[in-house]
T-cell receptor, first 112, second 110 residues
Framework: DTGVSQDPRHKITKRGQNVTFRCDPISEHNRLYWYRQTLGQGPEFLTYFQNEAQLEKSRLLSDRFSAERPKGSFSTLEIQRTEQGDSAMYLC??????????FGPGTRLTVL | KNEVEQSPQNLTAQEGEFITINCSYSVGISALHWLQQHPGGGIVSLFMLSSGKKKHGRLIATINIQEKHSSLHITASHPRDSAVYICAVRFLGDGGKLIFGTGTRLQVFP
């Protein structure tokens, strides 16, 4: 399969715990994006990478959030000290530069 | 401010009806995307366009750059078209990220 994959698909955690999500993009895509979607809303941009460089971070990305793409391939998104307001679907997408984005299935986070 | 608005928010139709979903945006764009999202979250890209019109099967997407408006049409709608349709744009000078509308929930009844 050559699509975008995300792991895990579902995560339930208690408030205050740290969680980490992984995204594996389509192999030849140099851009990787993270978005967050809450119920009934469209996705919102969080951050994106071109190769290993993090080019932009949204104001939504508080200091509890960190994202990496160490070798320009897979990416991780970590949330420290989770809060109930972090409950959402976290979507990853990849693209060749400037072109159509291909989305992964998402990781649904529930913070109790 | 870079904004994207969609209408309607919800749409119900009988099988076979012609469907139109509208999207308007605030400033110049480099591209506009129409996306489909089924229950469970998976997002599929339907179209990416920067001018004119594109057609794929029963789906047609048009864009009017001067009016900052795009439409997604579904001809001969079918219950399997039931999903959320989302418009997303890449604004000029805004990097590669997409700004999304809130989506249109379509239900097509047999």
């Amino acid at each position: 399969d050559t699509g975008v994959s995300q792991d895990p698909r579902h995560k339930i955690t208690k408030r205050g715990q740290n969680v980490t999500f992984r995204c594996d993009p389509i192999s030849e895509h140099n851009r990787l994006y993270w978005y967050r979607q809450t119920l009934g809303q469209g996705p919102e941009f969080l951050t994106y990478f071109q190769n290993e460089a993090q080019l932009e971070k949204s104001r939504l990305l508080s200091d509890r959030f960190s994202a990496e793409r160490p070798k320009g391939s897979f990416s991780t998104l970590e949330i420290q000290r989770t809060e109930q307001g972090d409950s959402a679907m976290y979507l990853c997408a990849s693209s060749p530069q400037g072109n159509e984005q291909f989305f992964g299935p998402g990781t649904r986070l529930t913070v109790l | 401010k870079n904004e994207v608005e969609q209408s309607p928010q919800n749409l119900t139709a009988q099988e076979g009806e012609f469907i139109t979903i509208n999207c308007s945006y605030s400033v110049g764009i480099s591209a506009l995307h129409w996306l489909q999202q089924h229950p469970g979250g998976g997002i599929v890209s339907l179209f990416m366009l920067s001018s004119g019109k594109k057609k794929h099967g029963r789906l047609i997407a048009t864009i009017n750059i001067q009016e900052k408006h795009s439409s997604l049409h579904i001809t001969a709608s079918h219950p399997r078209d039931s999903a959320v349709y989302i418009c997303a744009v890449r604004f000029l000078g805004d990097g590669g990220k997409l700004i999304f509308g809130t989506g249109t929930r379509l239900q097509v009844f047999p």
